[in-house]
């Protein structure tokens, strides 16, 4: 974590520019896209602190500069999910509001964020949530407010936050059904097979599927 919110901005600047397509993994970003986000002062204090290496008119992140942009990525997408799940945030004020919040968090206050989420692979934008320490963890003592949906009790209702799988065939197959983020699902009965009720259509998931799908509890 830097102490410096004009660092961290242009931090997660390089990293988001390089997610968004046209730039991979350590390829060279033009330094006059870099320059319309941050003054030159900031970019010499990134040089100096070997954060950066400008090479004519391109640059790149150091590995110090990596791991300090991963983690001001990590911080910016929970402080985002945060703000959406617990305090219903609407969508107008989310950004700016995540950007000043992001810059207070300790690494010890972010994974407590993470683990109260239920460790999201993804923020409210669908954008990859870098892992943490405490997401490789067999067991967190913060109860999550998101859990996964067969935590549910019989009759408890939960709107779907997230679906952790990798397979975009299972993700086509449930989003056909109606079983997307931001859907409402009832459990109908967990045995002798897990049956949720949608809307009006009750649907038997088998028991690998309902372990990816996290929910946050109705009262």
């Known amino acids: 974590m830097t102490k410096d919110k004009a660092v961290d901005e242009v931090l997660e600047f390089i990293w988001s520019q390089r997610e968004m397509g046209s730039h991979s993994v350590k390829q060279l970003l033009g330094i006059d896209e870099v320059a319309e986000e941050a003054d030159s002062n900031t970019l010499a204090r ?77 923020c409210p934008h669908g954008l990859p949530v870098p892992r943490g320490v405490c997401c490789n963890r067999a067991k967190d003592d913060l109860k999550p407010i998101v859990q996964q949906l067969y935590v549910l009790d019989v009759g408890d209702v939960g709107r779907i936050i997230f679906i952790a799988s990798n397979s975009h065939m299972r993700l086509d197959k449930l989003g056909s059904l109606g079983i997307v983020p931001g859907s409402t699902v009832r459990v109908h009965q967990k045995r002798p097979a897990f049956v949720i009720q949608l809307g009006e259509t009750t649907l038997a998931l088998d028991p690998e599927i309902i372990k990816e799908i996290y929910v946050k509890k109705i009262e």
Do not use: Q, W, Y
């Open 46 to 122: 990134m040089m100096k602190e070997g954060l950066v290496n400008i090479s004519g008119d391109t640059i790149t992140l150091t590995d110090h500069g990596e791991r300090l942009a991963e983690g001001a990525i990590r911080r910016h997408r929970l402080a985002e999910r945060l703000l959406t799940e617990v305090l219903a945030l609407s969508d107008e004020n989310l950004e700016k509001n995540a950007c000043s919040f992001e810059h207070t968090l300790s690494p010890e206050v972010t994974d407590s964020i993470c683990t109260l989420l239920g460790h999201p692979p993804t």
